[in-house]
Every structure is written in C-alpha cells, then in structure tokens.
C-alpha cells in the first residue's frame, strides 16, 4: 500500500527518552498513527519491519525496569541495557506482545525481520555470559561484544532460538532478513580474524578494522515444501534489514545514540555451535 513505518526515540520535556513508532501515509502527507513505547527510563527504537497484514516490529534496547510485557516469557530486565521485541497492530493502537531479550551485561537491538508466518528474527550485539543471556543452543560469549540472532515465535510467547555469533574480537550484527524457508540472513561489522571458517573469499579478512560480515543461520537450502518444479531452488530473501554500521536510516533515528554511560571497550567473543556462519 506504500505507507512508511519509522522508528526511533523521542525526548519529552522531563528528559524521558521513548522507543516510538510511527506509521506515514502512502503520499507522505499525514501521519496514520503514532505510538510511544517506553517505561521510566531511556528507550531506543533502532530496527522496524512490517508483516502482510501492516502489523509492526519493533527492536531497540531499554534501561527501564518497567518497561512494558505483554505475553512475552521474558518478564526481567537483567542488565543495564536490554535489548527488546515489540510488535503493535495493524492500527497502532495496542502492543500485541512486548518482552525483553537480555542478560546482566549490555544487550541491544539493532535489525529486526519478520517471516511469511509471523515470526520475529532480531540481530544486535551482547557483552552478556550464557549464563544471563536466554541462549537456547549452550553456546558462550567469550566475554566481549558478540553478534547475537535470536528468533521469537508468532505468537510472542517465547524465543525460537537464541545464541551468539561472534569471533575473537568486536562482533554486532546490524541488519538482518529472512526468506521463506525461516533462514536468517545477518550482517554487521567484525574485527575478528577468525569469525569465518568456510571456504572462499568471504572467509578472508582484510586487515582493515573493522570488516562487514555476513552470515546465514539455518540448515535450510531448499525449501521443505518444494515441489518438482522448484526442488533445488534457493528461497528469495525478504530485505527486512536493520541499520547500517555508523548510518541512520529512518527519520528520527540515530545510528549513534547517546552512550549514557554505555559499554566499555571489551575483547574476546567466538563462533558457536547452534548458531554457524555458512
């Protein structure tokens, strides 16, 4: 129908900070519907996509223990910043589920995508240990910043999947899509040599710090349901992306918030079994 969907965060004269969602016309002239999302803290809206029925997703991170859950298994707020999921329906006017996705150490949403069934795949980064963060495949962070993949269900009631991708340096992923078959296409930035181990160029790295990097997560190469006019095919790729590196990309919002006091500098993540780069 070509209406817009935009997210990011807004200030209010109290100095509160909120995740907000907004939905723009199809000729750009007025705003459909407009939706603050936050409790008492700061909240940051980094990563929008839009299901076929116009519903929204939403990821960012928080720093509010009130922040609000709805239908989500993820009640805690854990660490100083939580990254979070949030889908609002089709007429902006009620959260259909909203949740936290964390650990005790510094977690943030940056790419968010959806699938032909509903379910949610977000990307962004973590300095937060397996034993905080809601991995589901007993990987570890080698205690730095790791790419994190997680998957949530249509319903909102619970995580798919978790885990890291991650080498022996900084690892974040910042954009991500989805296609068909439920594979999850990620991309981001790296400065670990090693995060690559298949073949072919993409597993060089070039010396420069940091290097883009993508990765697909799943073990789906042809569609389950393919019939014999498309076994073999590959599934097309939805582009529900998140933020480039250092770019902002919706109206509103920053690639570079404010730190507040955010992460400090941390070294050392790897690459996990349960979540792989192919």
Request: charged fraction near 20%; hydrophobic fraction near 30%; charge should be negative.
């Amino acid at each position: 129908s070509g209406n817009a969907y935009v997210t990011g965060y807004v200030s209010d004269s109290n100095q509160s900070t909120d995740a907000f969602v907004r939905k723009i016309s199809a000729d750009g002239k007025a705003v459909v519907y407009k939706m603050d999302i936050g409790g008492s803290n700061e909240d940051y809206g980094y990563g929008i996509a839009v299901d076929r029925s116009g519903s929204a997703y939403i990821t960012g991170y928080t720093r509010s223990a009130n922040f609000p859950v709805i239908g989500t298994g993820v009640t805690t707020h854990k660490g100083e910043d939580d990254a979070f999921v949030a889908m609002v329906n089709e007429a902006g006017t009620d959260l259909v589920y909203s949740g936290y996705i964390g650990g005790e150490g510094y977690d943030r949403g940056y790419g968010i995508a959806v699938d032909p069934d509903g379910n949610a795949y977000i990307t962004g980064y973590t300095d937060s240990g397996a034993e905080s963060f809601p991995e589901t495949d007993e990987s570890a962070n080698a205690g730095s910043n790791d790419a994190f993949v997680a998957k949530v269900n249509k319903d909102g009631t619970a995580l798919a999947y978790a885990g890291y991708l991650g080498g022996g340096g900084d690892d974040r992923g910042n954009g991500i899509a989805v296609d068909r078959c439920g594979n999850a296409f990620v991309t981001g930035q790296t400065s670990s040599p090693a995060l690559f181990t298949g073949d072919g160029g993409l597993a060089t790295f070039t010396g420069s710090d940091p290097n883009a990097f993508v990765a697909k997560i799943g073990d789906n190469s042809v569609c389950p349901d393919a019939g014999p006019s498309d076994a073999g095919s590959s599934c097309n790729v939805t582009p529900e992306a998140g933020p480039p590196v250092d770019a902002p990309v919706d109206a509103g919002k920053d690639a570079n918030p404010p730190q507040l006091d955010g992460p400090p500098a941390l070294d050392a993540p790897h690459i996990d079994a349960g979540v792989k780069a192919h």
